[in-house]
């Protein structure tokens, strides 16, 4: 079932969220649900956070190539990467890489971050995993690890951008108002 997407500047998406304890049905209907979320909103990974449930959960989902423009075929649920209590082992080198975030929507800008990275998580049954790129899902699981200490990517524009974007996006609320 989708939820409701916490959006920028709610204070909620600053929050610390908390590790996960329990591996039950709870926790896998919450999986579900994300998943859901996650997809209808046409994102590539979301954080328990940003539907208000302050938990160390995210899911990465990177689209398939495919004809169909149904969101369920190019994310294929079973493709899902479910990454419970993520804690970085190694990090190296530097990439740059336009990120975007289902809590700002429509706005999308270069960040900085490591280039490899190596984590230890948890699956939706407790299972210990290592898990090792150096690519796009190293990128993913970054934007998405910063979620869970109540960190957003415009946090790391340069003062500059960081203004543009806070006045593009006043005018935007006010417009939608
Ligand atoms: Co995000």
């Known amino acids: 079932m ?11 998406l600053k929050q610390h969220s908390k590790p996960v ?13 994300m998943y859901d979320t ?24 990177v689209p398939v190539e495919t004809d169909s423009e149904d969101p369920r075929v190019q994310q294929p649920k079973e493709n899902t990467l479910e990454v419970i209590n993520p804690v970085i082992l190694e990090a190296d080198g530097k990439t740059r890489y336009q990120e975007g975030c289902l809590s700002v929507p429509g706005y999308f800008e270069e960040v900085e971050r490591f280039k490899k990275i190596k ?4 699956n939706r049954h407790g299972e210990k995993i290592i898990l090792e790129d150096d690519d796009f899902l190293a990128i993913a ?14 946090e790391k524009l340069s003062i500059l951008k960081r203004k543009k974007f806070e006045k593009e996006w006043k005018k935007r609320q006010k417009k939608n108002l």
Request: no cysteine; proline share 3%.
């Open 141 to 154: 699981l970054q934007h998405e690890m910063d979620h869970l200490d109540g960190r957003l990517f415009i």
């Open 21 to 33: 304890e329990r591996f039950d049905a709870e926790l896998h209907r919450l999986l579900d649900d």
């Open 2 to 12: 989708k939820r409701d997407i916490v959006i920028y500047p709610d204070k909620r």
């Open 119 to 122: 984590i230890e998580y948890q």
């Open 38 to 61: 996650m997809v209808e909103g046409n994102g590539v990974g979301l954080a328990a956070i940003q539907i208000a449930v302050p938990l160390r959960i995210l899911i990465i989902n």
